[in-house]
């Protein structure tokens, strides 16, 4: 990682009482961020993440007491973070405004998606390292997409975990979280042995009545393939498109991943998903349908972050399961 010129934090001038103290160790950290250098000569104690799956990072990282602003949640916080969740202030319902982020007067500012450093939102991240604000973006989403990986994978994930464990100086936390998903990726390579490769679609939602599917160049790929199964619309370069529900009866998928979105809109949860494969002629007579072979992901799992692992072992188990039943 490139070292860069020092970038002097917001920390020195305010820090919580409920936050930790800065790291006054003289410890810090290089690292390189979509293509943005970052240099950390303290701890960070007034962290603000920009969308859920930044926030819930953070906190399966136990970094609660290090922040001072969250925004944006897609689906509901998984149980095991709410209570951490409920301490943390939040400062908008979607992405703040620059004026926003400002005045809780962070030290650091962390997305998983790029969307959040646009103009109108917080602003562009060299704006924010220019006023002494160090901005982290998620590999799986950089502002240029040429400098996004097709593959996405745990690998990055895990890349990420050490990042900001590292960050936060608390890298053995890191190398525990690690640790614990990659059992369960062992787990789940060791039950794919025992399958025969059945085709999986996963539907996201509807456009205008037009299903979103997972193409060949996302995580819902990756995880498809560790699970042993195979992504019926492989041959869509996307991670996510548009498709038609003639393209998916052609293809009559033995297995439907149905995402579940609590944000209250018609057809976004998976049980509103369900009933309208049902009671459609032509996708009611879907192999994954007459048989009952749906499986429900919350959204949030099946972007990049520290809760795709439990997406895997949520498709793993209900494929095993499956296979069983045949």
């Known amino acids: 990682m490139a070292a860069v010129a020092s970038v002097v ?6 820090s919580p009482s409920s936050a930790p103290a800065p790291d006054d160790s003289g410890a810090s950290a290089q690292l390189s961020s979509c293509g943005l250098d970052l240099t950390f000569d303290q701890v960070p104690t007034r962290a603000v993440t920009l969308e859920q799956g930044a926030t819930e990072m953070m906190l399966a990282l136990g970094l609660g007491d290090s922040m001072v602003g969250t ?3 897609t689906d509901a916080v998984a149980p095991e973070f709410a209570g951490a969740y409920e301490q943390v202030p939040v400062l908008a319902d979607q992405y703040p405004t620059a004026e926003q982020l400002r005045g809780a007067d962070p030290d650091f500012v962390y ?3 790029a969307s959040a450093f646009a103009p109108d939102a917080v602003g562009e991240r060299s704006e924010l390292r220019d006023l002494e604000v160090p901005a982290y973006l998620s590999s799986n989403d950089c502002e240029d997409p040429s400098s996004v990986s097709a593959e996405g994978g745990f690998e990055q994930i895990f890349a990420e975990v050490t990042d900001i464990a590292t960050i936060f100086d608390v890298a053995d936390r890191g190398e525990d ?3 614990e998903q990659e059992q369960v990726l062992d787990q789940v390579t060791s039950s794919a042995q025992d399958l025969d490769g059945v085709e999986v679609v996963w539907i996201y939602s509807t456009i205008n009545g037009a299903p979103i599917v997972a193409g060949n160049a996302g995580l ?3 995880m498809t393939e560790l699970a042993g199964s195979e992504n019926a619309f492989d041959d869509l370069d996307a991670q996510w498109t548009e498709t038609t529900w003639d393209q998916i009866s052609q293809r009559d998928p033995e297995v439907l991943v149905l995402a579940d979105l609590s944000r209250g809109m018609d057809g976004d949860s998976a ?3 369900i009933e309208t494969l049902r009671a459609d002629p032509v996708t009611s007579q879907l192999a994954a349908v007459r048989e009952d072979r749906m499986v429900a992901i919350p959204a949030t799992e099946m972007d990049p972050s520290v809760r795709s692992i439990d997406a895997l072992s949520t498709l793993s188990d209900a494929l095993v399961e499956f296979e069983g039943a045949r």
């Open 9 to 14: 934090m917001l920390a020195a001038c305010s």
């Open 71 to 73: 925004s944006y949640l």
């Open 111 to 113: 997305s998983m998606r």
């Open 177 to 179: 979280l690690i640790a």
């Open 220 to 222: 819902p790929q990756t």
């Open 271 to 273: 049980q509103d998903k």
